[in-house]
């Protein structure tokens, strides 16, 4: 029999924080330490671990990139979030049921690693695309500016030439100047002209 002798009692001070409580009395610490050694089910911790600990950092930054690129940031966030609860629930288990001791610390960091930075990547592309998006509609914007400026231009100047040739031949009628063939020939081209302006205001209607 192996009996260790010491105050259990929380008031004499004598206390360990350790995994399971904050206060814990060191006698007890001892017990169980040499309960531990004597039945073969202490805490042991792989010597692999930090090898695991690496694989599943690249695991999970890997399963992030995928989500993220497929289904969006918020799916991502939703994934990092489900892998957190995974690790921590994996090592809260493995410590608690198989007395196996593997930090879920390194793999959490890098799973927030992984989203926040994978998450601004994706943010800036999107910044980018909206910018080149928006010079774009700009540019389209300033060259429909530009050929409706174009066409009223033109429209002016094709609405002015048969009106100027009309109003011209209307006041040298209006004063008699012109007689007999020219008179008739300056009715003629008013008929024309207005025939003219008539067909680019229906054109312009239709």
Sequence with gaps: ?????????????????????????????QATVAD??????????PE?????QVLMVLGVGLGIALVIGRAGVRWGMFAAVVLLIALWGTSAWLLAGRGIYLSPLLPATGVLIS?????????????????????????????????????????SHEL????SVVYGYAQMLARGVLKGEQKDRALASVERNARAQTQLIDDLLV
Excluded: C, H
């Design 1 to 29: 029999r192996i009996v260790f002798v010491g105050a259990t009692a929380l008031g004499v001070q004598e206390l360990v924080a350790t995994p399971y409580d904050a206060l814990f009395p060191g006698v007890e610490v």
């Design 115 to 155: 989203f926040v930075a994978l998450s601004s990547i994706v943010l800036i592309d999107d910044v980018r695309a909206a910018l080149t998006q928006l010079q774009r509609a700009r540019r389209d914007a300033e060259s429909a500016a530009q050929a409706k400026n174009e066409f009223l231009m033109t429209v």
């Design 36 to 45: 531990n050694l004597l039945r073969g089910d202490f805490l042991r911790r």
């Design 48 to 52: 692999n671990a930090l090898l695991l």
């Design 160 to 163: 002015r030439t048969p009106l």
